[in-house]
């Protein structure tokens, strides 16, 4: 079993920034796809990014792209979300997840592991 913990959520201006991270223990992160969704009040959760077990691979969703960056640190067992240029919009809050293989997906539905989220508000 994963365990999947973010932090590094808070509240920000538009136009800042700030880096989600999200820590695993139960087992390595290495032989999973992560992804990033979030979810605003009375919205259902969305897609926002994902990436392959190397970091090779990355899918991001088209609001997000260009502002947002995914990477991992395999050894450290973390994920780590950047975001720039923040926006109202991007208020949600946002969860970490993961899945055993390779292959990318923006399926809420095809992860198997979540954490419990972390609130970003973003205002204006």
């Known amino acids: 079993q994963v365990q999947l913990v973010e932090s590094g959520g808070g509240l920000v201006q538009a136009g800042g920034s700030l880096r989600l991270s999200c820590a695993a223990s139960g087992r390595t992160i290495s032989s999973l796809s992560m992804g990033w969704f979030r979810q605003a009040p009375g919205k259902e959760r969305e897609f926002v990014v994902s990436?392959?077990?190397?970091?090779?691979?990355?899918y991001y969703a088209d609001s997000v792209k260009g502002r947002f960056t995914i990477s991992r640190d395999n050894a450290k067992n973390t994920v780590y979300l950047q975001m720039n240029s923040l926006k109202p919009e991007d208020t949600a809050v946002y969860y970490c997840?993961?899945?055993?293989?390779?292959?990318?997906?923006?399926?809420?539905?095809?992860?198997?592991?979540w954490g419990q989220g972390t609130q970003v508000t973003v205002s204006s």
């Open positions: 997840a993961g899945t055993p293989g390779w292959r990318l997906s923006q399926l809420a539905s095809s992860y198997q592991y």
């Open positions: 990436i392959s077990t190397s970091g090779g691979n990355t």
